[in-house]
């Protein structure tokens, strides 16, 4: 199985911490759109024979991938679609018929699972019923709402264009509207909140409906106007500690409502986890579609033009329109370990020697001998980080890679 990631670069205004590519300016929405149509063709259906099965009861159409040397799909793992994530920048700045384009398009070119997660990011103030409504008609089964905080003050500091009222009522929305797959996104260690402020948003987000939440840390990104404000002095930096407690709060009230921390930034009730974004610390392929938007194979990645103007010139011209990468034994190895410590199952030793072989295997223990042993859990063929270790994970892997 495999996963496809569509970026849609568009936004209202750009936030205070955001480092995603990203323009204000939506005019070349449609040619856009339709550049993003025209790789699909690219990468898919010019390397893909259909073959036709016929039962007693039924007809059914398999497709089978045909990649040749240097064409399409980079060198891809071929296999069916079980997840569609349309990131950005705001898919939901998109109308309707423009999604449902993109959607057509994908299936036309690519064998999706019937079962496929289907996930859309959204603005709060774009999630009015009649909209999420038609969302859920084009067949999108999971929607990830862009909370980040439910405090007026919080919000406006961060540069978000939606207010603490519209976020609940969004969430109300998407739960009329059908999704019962509701994810919202939250971000602490912001200075002029107080851990009582914090200790109430965190109530708040879990006493709505929503199955999933995702929560990171403010930090400072270069090219942000964050990091902006903060090198000319205009604000104090991020206070590392109040971070740590606040991950901490999260961590605590996450598990008393019975969500599990599948993975460092992840909270999902049972059943609920990502499916596509698990395919990223799984090792699992992906392709991306859109500028900036990455792929990966296991022993490749890539990444396409981080300029909308660009982007178009380039598919529609047949140029080259992204670079790639081939990762060398060691690089597949780091990539592994980074990936893995951040989830709740950690490192599996046995796929490890049996990916890396034995050598890689004793080095990754003997490395292990560096951290202090109350940040890990050594239990049978799995390694995984405790709850105390997560908070310093940056530092755990930096002394387990090669």
């Keep these: 199985m495999a996963g496809i990631y569509i970026h849609i670069p568009f936004c209202k205004k750009k936030c205070i911490y955001c480092n995603f590519y990203s323009i204000m300016n939506t005019k070349r929405m449609e040619e856009y759109v339709e550049t993003l149509i025209k790789e699909f063709k690219v990468q898919g259906l010019g390397f893909k024979e259909k073959l036709e099965v016929r039962s007693q009861k039924s007809e059914v159409r398999s497709q089978k991938y045909i990649s040749p040397a240097g064409g399409g799909l980079r060198g891809w793992i071929n296999s069916k679609i079980n997840t569609l994530y349309f990131g950005g920048g705001t898919p939901s700045l998109l109308p309707v018929n423009l999604l449902e384009k993109i959607l057509n398009a994908l299936y036309e070119n690519f064998e999706v699972a019937d079962d496929a997660e289907s996930t859309i990011e959204a603005n709060p103030e774009q999630c009015s019923l009649e909209y999420l409504k038609e969302l859920k008609r084009l067949g999108f089964n999971r929607i990830s709402i862009g909370i980040q905080s439910f405090n007026d003050d919080v919000l406006q500091f961060l540069g978000r264009t939606h207010s603490g009222k519209d976020t609940s009522l969004a969430i109300e929305n998407a739960r009329k509207a059908g999704f019962e797959n509701i994810s919202i996104d939250l971000i602490y260690g912001i200075d002029l909140r107080s ?47 109040q971070s740590l407690q606040e991950m901490m709060m999260l961590m605590n009230e996450a598990e008393k409502n019975g969500f599990i921390h599948y993975e460092v930034s992840n909270f999902a009730l049972k059943d609920y986890h990502s499916k596509h974004n698990s395919n990223y610390w799984n090792g699992t392929p992906y392709l991306g579609f859109g500028a900036a938007a990455h792929s990966f194979t296991g022993k490749t990645r890539s990444w396409n033009i981080s300029n909308v103007d660009k982007y178009i010139q380039a598919v529609n011209e047949n140029k080259p329109y992204y670079e790639m990468e081939h990762l060398t034994f060691d690089e597949q190895y780091n990539e592994y370990v980074l990936l893995r410590l951040r989830t709740k199952e950690g490192i599996d030793l046995k796929r490890l020697e049996d990916c890396f072989g034995k050598e890689k295997k004793e080095y990754f223990l003997e490395s292990l001998q560096k951290i202090n042993p109350q940040y890990y859990k050594h239990q049978f063929q799995y390694v995984t980080i405790t709850k105390e270790g997560l908070t310093l994970l940056d530092f755990i892997t930096e002394n387990l890679l090669i």
């Excluded at 200790?199 to 995702?214: C, D, I, N, Y």
């Excluded at 403010?218 to 500690?241: A, C, F, G, R």
């Design 195 to 241: 851990l009582q402020d914090w200790t109430q948003e965190l109530k708040t987000a879990f006493g709505l409906p929503v199955k999933h939440l995702s929560a990171y840390s403010l930090t400072v990104e270069e090219n942000t106007l964050l990091h902006k404000k903060i090198s000319q002095q205009k604000m104090p930096n991020i206070d590392e500690e």
